[in-house]
Nanobody, 122 residues
Framework: QVQLVESGGGLVQAGGSRRLSCAAS????????MGWFRQAPGKEREFVAA????????YYAASLKGRFTISRDNAKNTVYLQMNSLKPEDTAVYYC???????????????WGQGTQVTVSS
């Protein structure tokens, strides 16, 4: 069992940066691939980024690559999402997820966090 708690959301001006954190409980954190998703008002949840259990592989939604960076610290049981050059269209609830492997991340994560709201003002 893995429990995920996101933090770091809030209000940020367009062009600014924000770093989200996701703290995981459970001693098996380092065996899971981790990912971030987001859901904007009136839209479906969409994949943002994923990172392998070791941190050696990362994968991004094509539209976000270059602005967002995912990383993890297995010693702290935490995964991060650094978001730069934020735009109003990045406004969404951001969710952390854990999956048995990178291949499962986009379609069937095993665990979800509750989400953290990010609002980008123009």
């Amino acid at each position: 069992q893995v429990q995920l708690v996101e933090s770091g959301g809030g209000l940020v001006q367009a062009g600014g940066s924000r770093r989200l954190s996701c703290a995981a409980s459970g001693r098996t954190f380092s065996s899971y691939a981790m990912g971030w998703f987001r859901q904007a008002p009136g839209k479906e949840r969409e994949f943002v980024a994923a990172i392998s259990w070791s941190g050696g592989s990362t994968y991004y939604a094509a539209s976000l690559k270059g602005r967002f960076t995912i990383s993890r610290d297995n010693a702290k049981n935490t995964v991060y999402l650094q978001m730069n050059s934020l735009k109003p269209e990045d406004t969404a609830v951001y969710y952390c997820a854990a999956a048995q492997g990178m291949g499962n991340m986009r379609d069937s994560p095993d665990y979800w966090g509750q989400g953290t709201q990010v609002t980008v003002s123009s």
